[in-house]
Each structure stands twice: as C-alpha cells, then as structure tokens.
C-alpha cells in the first residue's frame, strides 16, 4: 500500500520560513519522481516543485529562489524548505508521487499517488 505522510505545516508570519516533510512507503523512492503541489481556496492545484528519479528538480515560477526540494533516499523523505513566506503561499500542501514524462512533470494530473495535505497558513 502506497502511503504518503506529511508533516511540518503551521502559521507563521510574512518572511518566516517553514519546512515540509514527506515520507513515502510502498514504492521504490528512487523510481519515482515526487515532490510538491498546493491548493489555495478557490484555486486551482498549483505545481510548487519536484525531484525527479535522476535528482533533479524543477520548481514553480511563483516559489523559484524561495523554496528547496530536497531528499534524503534512505529514509524515504522528501522536504520542502520554503523561505521568505507571502501570504500568496498560503494553501494546503500536498506531497505526490508519480512518473510523468518530462515535458508535463508540472501536471497533477500525472501523479498517482497523494499524501493527505498539510495547512501552510501565512499572515501578513
């Protein structure tokens, strides 16, 4: 059984930083590409950023020289540290895994497997 388990959500204030946790069991980590989407109320899910099978990450426009994706393959977690918070960035974070083909690694729609959401509230 695949699980996904986030960790590390909170409210904080305009230029604080935050760092989000992702477990992964009941897949192969290094087979998979995983990483991070969020979902404000009203919007649409929003690619944040991921890790690819090879290591390499891709990061949306909006978080890019603010956010980090990082892993640590021996225990199966994935991390988003994410720096200088907006309000903007506030939504609930969830952590994905999937094997998207390059060219759409940004679309949700392509990852299978979803952890259960993590509130990342940030005031102004």
């Known amino acids: 059984q695949v699980q996904l388990v986030e960790s590390g959500g909170g409210l904080v204030q305009a230029g604080d930083s935050l760092r989000l946790s992702c477990t992964v069991s009941?897949?192969?980590?290094?087979?998979?590409?995983v990483g991070w989407f969020r979902q404000a109320p009203g919007k649409e899910r929003e690619f944040v950023a991921v890790?690819?099978?090879?290591?390499?990450?891709y990061y949306g426009n909006s978080v890019k020289g603010r956010f980090t994706i990082s892993s640590r393959n021996v225990r199966n977690t994935v991390y988003l540290q994410m720096d200088t918070l907006k309000p903007e960035d506030t939504a609930v974070y969830y952590c994905?895994?999937?094997?998207?083909?390059?060219?759409?690694?940004?679309?949700?729609?392509?990852?299978?497997?979803w952890g259960q959401g993590a509130q990342v509230t940030v005031s102004s």
């Open positions: 009941g897949i192969t980590f290094n087979a998979y590409t």
């Open positions: 890790l690819n099978r090879n290591s390499h990450t």
């Open positions: 994905a895994a999937g094997r998207p083909i390059l060219s759409s690694i940004r679309d949700s729609n392509l990852y299978g497997n």
